[in-house]
């Protein structure tokens, strides 16, 4: 039974694993297209950056300054534009002689070599190879020696092609000078893993290789893919799985070199030659076109001789099963037009008899819009009038309940009068019984008296409206500026300002009856109404009708 779940658990892993390689690759390859379709901006950068060293080495007049200047730019130049490159190895030969510098000028006819391969031009690489005195360098620059030759040889055998032998035999020169330059090459140089991978299968011991392996494959997974010798990194490492027969990691980093070396304008890019033929073998055709174009071109613009040759070739297969696939599609797409053709007519048809069938609905929908629209009218008729029936009963009853408290109001106070005018009377009659008329003289001439009942019946006045409209004052200090607002004095409910719009909101709008009310001129009112309009934050016209809808009736 354990042994059951290590299995399950053990395939579980592996199945797992692999559907995550599958989607890393699928990135990658989607990654390799988009940088493929920026291409054009990788080398607008690469033609800004020489342009500026070109400038700099314009201004320049010491030939040590010119001399490195002349590196910078042969750098940029050797993987991009041969013809410039040599312009400026040229350059660097003429210089190292001039200051008779040896050293250096066996490095610089070592990059010529380089170059002249590089352009298919085997013969000449050949011969400037012979004057290249190997006896003075030291071991970077043996190493160097070394790596031109094996690119020589190994340009050799791409050119020959199909004749085995020789390939065989150039091939084997190839690995025998891969042996002998690793021993010029140090364990810290950048160069020494790539160069090492190319020797896997020659390893005595197997954990020799795998170490190799394991740490190209860490510095390849975690690089940005953006340096030549990232590049150079992924496509040795690609080289060991090939070994191993292991293709889709194989495709996985000739795809990570192809990343770097369209990054870096390579236009001797091998990893993009062996991707198309890769993608061809698979059927994925469009990304075999693609990469050959691609290659073809760079080839042509270095130029590259001995690439050209082979980029010839599987280029002539890949456009062979690009038509081909395109006749394929073609005659679908043909007989997908017939066959559209006719659903296309039966279509027709059908739109037609929908069309009369909309058309009869159409109007259909137009009468039964018609009606709604004139029942919406009605409906908006019959609302519009039970709102006014509403506002009219809200009206009324506040009509009522203001008659009923100001009848018992005013039935209140005529009483309270008559009372008073009866014991006025008696007042009176006493004096004149017992002869005292300047008491009655005294009783008629006093206007306290009438002072007095005229407070009482202000504060009565403002008691009752207050108890029928409470929240009066408050909102009609809503309606003035904050700094206008009315501020009442202790134990007063209404000053004579408020009494006013009080008697405006009961409806009475003239100024003379408003005099009349308050014991007060009409043009004292006036002015209050005037000044009060003035402190008002509506417009004058809005202001009176405002006040005639204040406070809400406290039943």
């Not at 042996?179 to 190319?198: G, H, T, V, W």
């Not at 994925?284 to 050209?308: E, G, K, T, W």
């Not at 202790?490 to 909101?505: C, G, M, P």
């Amino acid at each position: 039974m354990v042994k059951k779940v290590f299995a399950v658990l053990f395939l579980s892993q592996f199945f797992w694993n692999a559907r995550a390689q599958d989607v890393k690759t699928d990135m990658l390859l989607l990654q390799l297209d988009s940088v493929l379709e920026e291409r054009g901006e990788y080398m607008k950068e690469k033609e800004e950056k020489t342009a500026r060293l070109c400038v700099r080495r314009q201004e320049l007049t010491d030939p040590e300054e010119i001399f490195w200047v002349n590196k910078m730019l042969y750098d940029e130049y050797v993987v991009y534009q041969a013809d410039s490159a040599m312009l400026y190895v040229e350059d660097n030969i003429r210089i190292a002689e001039r200051l008779g510098r040896g050293d250096m000028l066996q490095e610089w006819k070592m990059n010529k070599v380089f170059l002249l391969t590089a352009q298919g031009l085997m013969n000449e690489a050949e011969n400037e190879l012979k004057t290249v005195d190997t006896a003075g360098l030291d071991r970077q620059r043996k190493f160097q020696y070394y790596d031109v030759k094996i690119y020589l040889y190994s340009h050799l055998g791409q050119f020959v092609g199909s004749r085995k032998e020789m390939t065989d035999r150039y091939y084997d020169i190839e690995m025998e000078l891969r042996r002998e330059s690793m021993k010029y090459i140090s364990l810290q140089d950048p160069l020494y893993l790539c160069n090492a991978a190319f020797l896997y299968e020659e390893y005595p011991r197997p954990e020799d290789g795998e170490s190799v392996k394991r740490r190209l494959k860490e510095i390849t997974d975690s690089s940005a893919l953006t340096t030549k010798i990232d590049a150079i990194n992924a496509y040795a490492l690609a080289t060991m799985y090939r070994c191993e027969d292991d293709e889709d990691n194989y495709m996985k980093y000739l795809v990570c070199s192809a990343i770097a070396d369209i990054r870096n304008c390579n236009r001797d890019v091998a990893s993009l030659e062996e991707l198309s033929l890769i993608f061809y073998n698979r059927n994925d055709i469009d990304r075999a076109y693609a990469c050959i174009s691609y290659c073809s071109n760079a080839a042509l613009q270095y130029p590259n001789r001995v690439r050209m040759v082979n980029i010839t070739s599987l280029m002539d297969k890949i456009q062979q099963a690009y038509s081909y696939r395109n006749q394929i599609q073609e005659e679908r797409l043909r007989k997908s037009f017939y066959t559209t053709s006719v659903l296309s007519a039966v279509l027709a048809l059908a739109v037609i008899v929908i069309c009369i069938q909309f058309g009869r609905l159409s109007r259909s929908r137009k009468r039964i819009e018609e009606s709604n629209r004139l029942l919406g009218e009605h409906v908006r008729e019959l609302s519009e009038t039970q709102r006014r029936l509403g506002e009219v009963n809200v009206n009324l009853s506040e009509a009522n309940y203001v008659k009923e408290k100001y009848i018992g109001y005013v039935f209140s106070i005529c009483s309270s009068y008559i009372t008073k005018i009866e014991e006025y009377r008696k007042d009176i009659r006493r004096c004149l019984v017992s002869g005292r008329i300047d008491s009655i003289r005294n009783l008629v001439s006093d206007t306290s008296v009438a002072q007095e009942e005229l407070k009482a019946f202000f504060h009565s006045f403002d008691e009752v409206f207050l108890q029928i409209y409470p929240d009066f004052v408050n909102d009609f200090n809503s309606l003035l500026r904050p700094e206008e607002r009315i501020t009442l004095k202790k134990d007063e409910l209404l000053n004579t300002e408020l009494r006013i719009f009080a008697l405006v909101r009961l409806g009475i709008t003239d100024s003379v009856r408003i005099a009349e009310f308050l014991h007060c001129s009409p043009q004292t009112v006036y002015n209050n109404r005037m000044r009060t309009r003035n402190k008002s934050l509506l417009p004058k016209e809005e202001f009176a009708e405002r006040v005639r809808t204040l406070g809400k009736v406290h039943q």
